[in-house]
């Protein structure tokens, strides 16, 4: 591999790295959004005296919405990290087909790209985020089928 094929390869690695860091900090301070926001709403919901029910729609509105943008997030850093895999063997390759091409839904861009999934249920049902989401989201649904059954 000569130079100039090595420094393209270094400085598209690299930009894509940043776009994987940047996909990962985004997820960890939604996480940390997403909890201060549920303590405090929770907080004055209740001290206020708020009927359950409003709680209730409130966590599960707030949850459902945060939930899908952490998956999203999970979803592009994993589409970066397939897009790195297969920058690094083409580019040894001498390939230079998509040349800083940032595109994280380009298909051409991922090694064995018929065997990945990238629904984002998958990443929304992952072990990562169904325990702080799904824990949450199945309380106030119980919370709102007791209400609705209850009447």
């Known amino acids: 591999m000569n130079n100039q094929v090595n420094e393209i390869l270094h400085k598209e690695i690299d930009i894509i790295q940043e776009c994987i860091k940047r996909m990962a900090d985004c997820s ?19 001290g206020q005296g708020c009927k359950l029910s409003i709680v209730a729609l409130f966590l599960f509105v707030v949850t459902t919405v945060f939930w899908g943008m952490d998956g999203f ?12 895999e297969w920058v690094i063997d083409a580019r040894q390759n001498d390939n230079m087909e998509n040349l800083y091409d940032l595109n994280p839904y380009n298909k051409k861009m991922w090694k064995d790209a ?4 990238s629904c984002i249920m998958k990443y929304m049902l992952s072990k ?10 199945m309380i106030a649904v119980g919370i709102i089928m007791y209400i609705v059954f209850q009447y």
């Open 28 to 46: 960890f301070k939604l996480k940390g959004w997403y909890i201060s926001l549920v303590t405090l709403a929770l907080t004055l919901l209740i």
């Open 73 to 84: 997030f999970l979803k592009t850093e994993t589409l970066y990290r397939w897009k790195y």
């Open 114 to 117: 018929d065997k990945k999934n």
């Open 128 to 137: 990562t985020l169904c325990p702080l989401y799904g824990t949450v989201w």
